[in-house]
């Protein structure tokens, strides 16, 4: 209806010189409904007689467009998920504290160690000032203990005894691969070992750290086939502490949710402890005060 009064309504149309001809009859319509307007020409009626909330479209059409907006977040978020899935359960664990779910729980019971470090003594600078340091002592979060030659391996025994031992002993074998670490044959014994470890244990023992960037064709094929089915991960990394933390730690969720209560628990005694103190010194000083 409120179209067609406004075809009619057109300067062109309006009038019966300017109507088409073969509609003329139509400028006799009357209108019927609603009651109000029964009688009435349809060409004589205004829009706001007929009724027509010509803002309606525009109401309509706003929840629409949240829809919309909503849908296209979505659509982002799903997809920021799916392409950063692995950054962001990594983040979670090791900024927030947060294990996801659906993470694998690894039963790591009579392991002495978390990790075996192998590295070549051209790579020990970094080994021992940087990631030792930054392993053992981590900010906010329990120290992982680290296997090293030059300190725990035993006096007397075998080196390649040694390093079988320390291999089954640690949950994971840090591998620290460098071109001088391709070169050594002890390196290559011990990534050997681990990766022999890793195959009897069925879960990923090992974790691949490379100090620089390596040529395909420098790599043991064994040492290759590890780096083409395993995440590695390069010192100059951005989340490089955040890999490697979230790689060694324990995620037995069951400890992680003690541990998380227990520093609640602590940081609110502590708080109350405060309380009680501050409480004390206001009472003797109220208390010296009145002596005075």
Known sequence: ???????FRHENNLTIDGAII????????ECQKPEVL????????????????????TLLAAPIIILCFIVVFLIVFIII???Y???IVILAFTRLNILLPCQMVEDNAGKKFDAFVSYSQHDSNWVLKTLVPGLERPNGLDPFRLCLHQRDFAV????????VNSVEASRHTILVISRKFLE???????????FHQSLLEKKKHLILVTVEQLAPEELDADLKRCMQTLTYVHINDRLFWDKIIFSLSDKRKRNRDNRFF???KRYFLRDHKQQQQQQQQQRENDNNNEAK
Do not use: H, P
Request: contains cysteine; charged residues 30%; glycine residues 6%.
């Open 1 to 7: 209806m409120r179209d067609f009064v406004e075809f």
């Open 22 to 29: 073969q509609y003329n009859y139509l400028l006799d319509l």
């Open 38 to 57: 029964k009688g009435r020409k349809i060409v004589g009626v205004t829009i706001n007689e007929l009724g027509c909330d010509l803002e309606t479209t």
């Open 81 to 83: 998920m799916i392409k």
């Open 85 to 87: 899935r692995k950054e």
């Open 156 to 163: 007397g025994t075998a080196i390649a005894e040694n390093i």
């Open 184 to 194: 050594s044959e002890w390196c290559l014994m011990e990534f050997r070992t681990a």
């Open 262 to 264: 227990n520093n609640l």
